[in-house]
């Protein structure tokens, strides 16, 4: 049983990791568009003074959360953090290129951020 949570877990990864290209590389916001009927407009997760970069945060929180729990036997994480920091960091300037899209560098800290608040808060746990 313990073994079919973890290989659900992974799949939700998995799926997770699908989901977050096709959202950061269609042109326009698909999340503003299916809630508000606009493709330029980004919801706010939660209400702060730093914009939608909240919701970049929370993201690759969630997705470092499931790497770790993907990879709880394993002694070494690293790669799964250096991976995850890669892609935000590549998805983030792919803004550069896919028409209404903006490259925003909030969105690339808060989505760095993510990432090493889940992999300190699990050296500190070990």
């Known amino acids: 049983m313990k073994n079919n949570v973890l290989k659900l877990i992974e799949y939700l990864y998995y799926f997770s990791l699908a989901a977050l290209f096709i959202l950061y590389l269609f042109p326009g916001s698909l999340i503003g568009y299916l809630l508000y009927g606009d493709l330029g407009k980004q919801p706010n997760l939660v209400d702060n003074p730093i914009g939608t970069s909240i919701n970049h945060l929370f993201c690759f929180m969630y997705l470092s959360v499931l790497a770790v729990i993907c990879n709880l036997k394993q002694t070494q994480i690293f790669t799964n ?46």
């Open 81 to 126: 953090f250096y991976f995850i920091i890669l892609i935000s960091i590549f998805l983030e300037a792919s803004h550069y290129i896919i028409p209404n899209r903006a490259f925003e560098l909030y969105d690339l800290f808060a989505n760095v951020a993510g990432v090493l608040m889940i992999f300190l808060l699990r050296k500190l746990i070990r």
